[in-house]
């Protein structure tokens, strides 16, 4: 496999790498604010997405039908990996998860109601999946939906909604035939937020970002805003996380802070000694290396395995997800190491060992290996689609 760029490819970062110097702003950029964090959940974050979306990049891989441009997926993974290295917000759900999958199963009302809206950045998403009782294993989610009319009314809970409490639109997931197996009964809805039944209430994690609880309260949804088809939910959501696990946890912010902690090491001193010359600090460094090197390519063996076409392949997205996150963590665990007491200094404390950034990506890192699907999940998805382990192994 070639995980080389092409000239055209590397004159399109170049293009993205201008736009961004170009329209830098801290108060858009934020490199303490990383992967799931990294959210449009300001005016002006939500300004800079719509001018994106003017340059024509926010639908560059959709198809031209749908006001996208045919383009190479590669494009898309290399402008949200500009976007990530800045701390920027990332093309996430509205590109990827939503607008694809209603390109692909969605009817034509919501083709023609959403679609535009998601190209010029206009509407914002929440994705609601788990529930108190349903994390990683969404298929066991029961908030219910029961047949009114031409719609359906839900009630229930979800939890960990990101996003909910500045979204437009909720994209969730309800039980319509509690009678059916726990992967089948399932369909998707689309509910605006703004509806006098939803309740919306803050969950603050440890990586200080905020998430939410959502209630719904009877919701009334017309069966216009049921995706796709019905029952048909759970299959929806597992080509939507294949997405969400590749775009969400990018690369870039990782090799910025392993190169972060590389200069760290090669300047600080121990006991009088320079940390470079330790054996110990030396065989750590060098590892982390080398496993950033593999999560590299594992993200460009995801990229070409979803040029071959079809549905999103799912055991290279659980294999990037799982071990990308993984990395992510030793490498945060290692930067606090290395970095001593100081390292516990709260980020941008500019005397602390590297600004801080340890403290503040250990915690985030922590969120990062359960969000999209735990570890635990991924590793089950690979046991039995890479490795045709049956399920009760």
Not at 11 to 33: C, G, N, Q, S, W
Not at 158 to 187: L, Q
Not at 242 to 257: C, G, K, M, N, V
Not at 305 to 330: C, D, I, N, V, W
Request: glycine residues 10%; proline residues 4%; aromatic residues 10%.
């Amino acid at each position: 496999m070639d995980f080389e760029f092409t000239p055209e490819q590397l004159e399109f970062v170049k293009e993205v790498e201008a736009y961004l110097d170009e329209h830098d702003d801290p108060e858009i950029f934020d490199v303490t604010r990383e992967n799931m964090a990294q959210i449009v959940d300001t005016p002006k974050r939500r300004e800079f997405m719509a001018k994106l979306g003017e340059q024509g990049w926010l639908g560059i891989t959709w198809p031209k039908e749908v006001g996208g441009q045919d383009g190479n997926g590669v494009y898309e993974y290399l402008l949200n990996e500009a976007l990530a290295a800045r701390g920027g917000p990332q093309i996430g759900k509205g590109v990827g998860i939503i607008g694809k999958t209603i390109i692909s199963h969605g009817s034509q009302k919501l083709k023609d109601e959403f679609l535009p809206k998601i190209l010029r950045n206009e509407v914002e998403f929440a994705v609601g999946y788990s529930e108190p009782n349903a994390g990683s294993d969404s298929a066991s989610m029961q908030l219910k939906a029961t047949r009114d009319g031409d719609g359906w009314r839900l009630n229930g809970q979800k939890t960990w909604t990101t996003s909910a409490h500045f979204a437009d639109w909720y994209w969730v997931g309800a039980r319509t035939d509690p009678e059916a197996p726990k992967h089948h009964g399932i369909s998707l809805f689309m509910v605006p937020m703004d509806h006098p039944g939803i309740t919306v209430k803050a969950i603050w994690t440890m990586g200080d970002e905020r998430t939410n609880e959502v209630y719904l309260d009877d919701v009334w949804v017309s069966d216009d805003y049921v995706v796709g088809e019905l029952n048909r939910g759970f299959q929806y959501i597992s080509e939507a996380l294949d997405i969400e696990r590749f775009t969400l946890f990018t690369y870039s912010p990782i090799a910025q802070r392993l190169d972060l902690l590389t200069e760290y090491v090669a300047s600080a001193t121990r006991d009088g000694e320079p940390m470079k010359n330790d054996a110990v600090v030396r065989s750590q460094v060098a590892r982390l290396h080398t496993e950033a090197e593999v999560a590299r390519v594992l993200g460009l063996k995801f990229v070409a395995a979803s040029l071959a076409g079809g549905a999103p392949p799912t055991a290279e997205a659980s294999e990037y997800k799982l071990f990308t996150t993984e990395f992510s963590r030793r490498l945060a665990n290692a930067s606090m190491d290395m970095a001593g007491v100081g390292g516990q200094l709260r980020v941008r404390t500019e005397e602390a060992p590297m600004a801080g950034r340890s403290e503040s990506t250990y915690r985030y890192t922590v969120i990062d290996t359960i969000g999209g699907g735990s570890s635990e999940i991924q590793k089950n998805i690979i046991a039995r689609r890479k490795l045709g382990l049956p399920k009760n192994f």
